[in-house]
């Protein structure tokens, strides 16, 4: 390949030894650039993949001297193999397990009765949390925060209740040819690895999707910077995971800060809508179009992919294409949605459900009153309109007719899950649109019209990540708006110039 002046530049900055944060834009060919800096030298690297399936595509790119793997690889080598035993143990409910750690009735915080199985399942979570960070000892922040216990003083009272217990679990963990009451997961095996302040034998090591790194990950990498070269990849602002947990470690790295800016995926047309959307979240890069690549914006009648912002309006569209005839894939399965759909019919029959969106509610008109009512319970609303539209049973029937992505129609997925995807031809489903908050006043005028709400960082993030999967055409949906805000409006103007 002929590098690009940016690609060469990056080159050069690796070969002097410098640390480096390279900021890789939407289609701009990060891999093939880190594939290009290993290929130029003998010393020996490390590639940390952000998943396993990105780790086996990337070894048959890399040299030999680089081994590609993904962080829990290293540490199953590590330490993980030890605690196979327990790896492999079967799956037991959350409520048998906080009964093993001794939760064994319910408590009552405010008006909102927690039972076992909820307490359980809070105690599960919370380790799962503290495993993702890099603390060295589980407290009050890991405590995840509960639909329905949503002042400070309710949560205050349940992590006075969940920290000894998840305390107690994580003990449990360490022992490797114990049964043990907590079943063992690979999140577990990271941590105990970290915990040891690990050193990876390595010349250089090379961190992908380092805009959505755990903490714990970051601090394993950082943690190398003495004997070995450090070079970070990502998209800041494709930083779509912080409410999970992940960190966009790139931009307070102490390094040499670059960027790969040209992307081959799309055109012109589509990179002036990226630069928009980059703009409103203050990214620090901004994106050039391939002018060989005719990208257009405009109706799409037969997408091959939508792209929705969440999970019920991913299902929502499934259920709207499958009634039009088509056969539908979902990216990454139906289990999210499966479990969700059980829930809402666990408690429209007047059962409690162990989903940990809807533990608390003891059925679903309370559910409903939550969602309709309280201001923390406004985002379910949509899912409280498609079981109420639909009936769980039907979205449970449709989920089990979706096909695989090579025999479908069309795809549906949310836009987090679509990251590191492309189609020929996007459709931004309507559950992006938001309400504009704008009003045109009454007919004496005597009304003026409110400015709308502002763009956040987050909004803006999820949108580009969104807008820049397509290559050919791009219908913006329910993107349509920002044409119409100010902000968007100004941000559009100034990508031109």
Known sequence: MNPTDEQAAAADAFHAGQHLALQAGAGTGKTTTLALLARTTRRRGRYLAYNRAIAQDARTRFPDTVQCKTAHALAYAAVGHRYTRRLNAPRRPAWQTGQALGITKAVRIGDREVTQRALSNATLRTVTRFCHTADEAITRHHVPRLRGLDAPDQHTQLVAHIVPFARKAWTDLQYPDDDGAVRFEHDHYLKIWALTRPRIDADFLLLDEAQDTNPVVEQIFLSQRDHAQLVMVGDSAQAIYHWRGAKDIMTGFDGTPLALSQSFRFGPDLAHEANRWLR????????TGTPAVATELGPVTQPD?????????????????????????LTGGGDSLHALAQAARDLKEGRRTHHPELLLFPCWGDLQDYAAHDPAGRD???????VDT???DAILAAITRLAPEPHAHVTVSTAHKAKGREWPCVLIADDFARSQNDTA??????????????VDDAEARLAYVAVTRTRRRLDLGGLSWIDEHP?????????LQ
């Open 280 to 287: 409103l979240a203050d990214a620090p890069i901004r994106l």
């Open 305 to 329: 992919a939508v792209l929705c912002r969440t999970n019920v309006g991913a299902m929502a569209q499934v259920m709207a294409h499958m009634a039009a005839g088509h056969r539908v894939a």
């Open 380 to 386: 379910l609303q949509p899912l409280v309109n498609l």
């Open 390 to 392: 639909h009936g769980a």
């Open 441 to 454: 006043g009454d007919s004496a005028g005597s009304t003026p019209a409110l400015a709308p709400d502002p």
């Open 487 to 495: 902000e968007g409006v100004l941000a559009s103007s100034r990508s």
